[in-house]
Nanobody, 122 residues
Framework: QVALVESGGGLVQPGGSLRLSCVAS????????MAWFRQAPGKEREGVAC????????YYADSVKGRFTISRDNAKNTVYLQMNNLEPEDTAVYYC???????????????WGQGTQVTVSS
């Protein structure tokens, strides 16, 4: 059974940091690109970051460049999103996803996690 289990979301003040984790099971993790997306109420789903199989090639949305870092540990079947200098506009449900291509287009991903809420507020 294919599954992605996300954790690490929560409430944080502007300027703070959070680290999201997504543990995968049911498929060969190291063969696939992993990505993080987010969706806030009233806004379209946005690709945040993605990382190729080996972890050496990454892409980021312009809105998070310099603040967020995606990484993966294939031995643990886990992908991470380190979020620093958080802003209120980062508030959203964050989803991890599995795909065959290293891009920030949602259509390239076919397995999705349940999401974890990130709220940035004073």
């Amino acid at each position: 059974q294919v599954a992605l289990v996300e954790s690490g979301g929560g409430l944080v003040q502007p300027g703070g940091s959070l680290r999201l984790s997504c543990v995968a099971s049911g498929f060969t993790f190291g063969y696939y690109t992993m990505a993080w997306f987010r969706q806030a109420p009233g806004k379209e789903r946005e690709g945040v970051a993605c990382v190729k199989t080996g972890g050496g090639i990454t892409y980021y949305a312009d809105s998070v460049k310099g603040r967020f870092t995606i990484s993966r540990d294939n031995a643990k079947n886990t992908v991470y999103l380190q979020m620093n200098n958080l802003e209120p506009e980062d508030t959203a449900v964050y989803y991890c996803a599995v795909g065959l291509q290293t891009s920030l287009e949602a259509s390239q991903y076919n397995i999705w996690g349940q999401g974890t809420q990130v709220t940035v507020s004073s």
